[in-house]
Structures are given as structure tokens and as C-alpha cells.
T-cell receptor
């Protein structure tokens, strides 16, 4: 039973660039949520996708956008990168209204 | 707004000691879920437990146990006979039930770094 997978594992970008992170949900799951975890802090909710639509969004600027594909996989895009965007980006999947979210290994983004 | 507080930033114990991680939450909803996740150095959040706000029964799973008390808005986590492999950051999280029935985000505490020394 494949768990949540994310790619890439690590990424280095410079300020002003754009980045795309990818997530494949756990087998059988249809809902994907994205979180940002700064060093030494708890994860912060970015947004959630279900049925290819953004269903809920946290307190993040429009530079953060996403997409969900028909196979339930998802992408997180961040434009005009800032130094403060350096963080661990976590993807979590769940089954519809099922409450338990299962997390992937994350993508570590460093913005120089 | 919902909020989760983990007042213990770091805890260090010697192997085989019992340790309790505290979690206090705030929510205006009467229906919600509480979670504990473990984050080892690799970074992946590992799901440990989920509790429904209607179920205040304590739960035990091996060396792990959880004490949910609505009266004090607390959901504490105890590890009995701790082991070195228990060393990790532990997060408590809250999820409120939305009236639309969709998109329940997790609100996390700031985490407790547990170090178990041999």
C-alpha cells in the first residue's frame, strides 16, 4: 500500500524564482492538503484540494497556488519566491470527509 | 479561531522513564477532532491517534496512552518506559467540523521536542 509521496525531496531556488512541488496521495485517497513548516514551528495550513477544486485556504498570499489532477495528485506552485518561503512543505492526503490526514516526507525548499 | 498550545518546548528523559506531553486547545465548536503526530528527524509526520470530541475515554496503545479531558480542554500524551527510538518532535493538532462538511484543516501546536537518553 503506497503512502503519500512528494517530489523533489530538496530544492534550492533564488529570490524571485518560481517553484512547483508535487504530491501523490496515499492509495485510495482523494483529498490533498498542503502545509508549510518553518524551522522549529508547527505546520501551517496552506490549502486543500478535493474534486480538483480548492476547498479551503489558509492565511497565505496569492503567490501560493495549487492544482489537483484527475488522478488526485496535486501540485503546489509558489511564485516570486521570498527568503521567508524557505521551509519544509508537507503534503497530506485523506479520504473525502475522513478526518485523518496522512503526511508525505516533505520537500525542503531553500530560497537564497 | 482554533488554537493549540504545547507549552513544553523540549523535554529530556532517561530511557525507561515515563514522560507526559501536554496539549491544551481552544475551539468554539462542539464537534472537533484531536490528533497527535510524531515527527522524527527525517521530517515525515507520523499519525499516532485521533479522538472525536464526543469520546472522552482514555486510550492505551502499547506504551502510549492518551488522556482527553474536555473540562480542561486538554489532550495529553504519555509514553511509558520511554525508549531512545521515541526521540522526536511530537505535535498535537485540532480539526474542526465545518458546516459545509468539507475541507477540515489541521491546526497544529508548536511541538514538543522529546529526547530520550540511553
Amino acid at each position: 500500500d503506497a503512502g503519500v509521496t512528494q517530489s523533489p525531496t530538496h530544492l534550492i531556488k533564488t529570490r524571485g524564482q518560481q517553484v512547483t512541488l508535487r504530491c501523490s496521495p496515499k492509495s485510495g485517497h482523494d483529498t490533498v492538503s498542503w502545509y508549510q513548516q518553518a524551522l522549529g514551528q508547527g505546520p501551517q495550513f496552506i490549502f486543500q484540494y478535493y474534486e480538483e477544486e480548492e476547498r479551503q485556504r489558509g492565511n497565505f498570499p496569492d503567490r501560493f497556488s495549487g492544482h489537483q489532477f484527475p488522478n488526485y495528485s496535486s501540485e503546489l506552485n509558489v511564485n516570486a519566491l521570498l527568503l521567508g518561503d524557505s521551509a519544509l512543505y508537507l503534503c497530506a492526503s485523506s479520504l473525502g470527509q475522513e478526518e485523518t490526514q496522512y503526511f508525505g516526507p516533505g520537500t525542503r525548499l531553500l530560497v537564497l | 479561531a482554533q488554537k493549540v498550545t504545547q507549552a513544553q518546548t523540549e523535554i529530556s528523559v532517561v530511557e525507561k522513564e515515563d514522560v507526559t506531553l501536554d496539549c491544551v486547545y481552544e475551539t468554539r465548536d462542539t464537534t472537533y477532532y484531536l490528533f497527535w503526530y510524531k515527527q522524527p528527524p527525517s521530517g515525515e509526520l507520523v499519525f499516532l491517534i485521533r479522538r472525536n470530541s464526543f469520546d472522552e475515554q482514555n486510550e492505551i496503545s502499547g506504551r502510549y496512552s492518551w488522556n482527553f479531558q474536555k473540562s480542561t480542554s486538554s489532550f495529553n500524551f504519555t509514553i511509558t518506559a520511554s525508549q531512545v527510538v521515541d526521540s522526536a518532535v511530537y505535535f498535537c493538532a485540532l480539526s474542526e467540523l465545518r458546516s459545509s462538511g468539507s475541507a477540515r484543516q489541521l491546526t497544529f501546536g508548536s511541538g514538543t521536542q522529546l529526547t530520550v537518553l540511553p
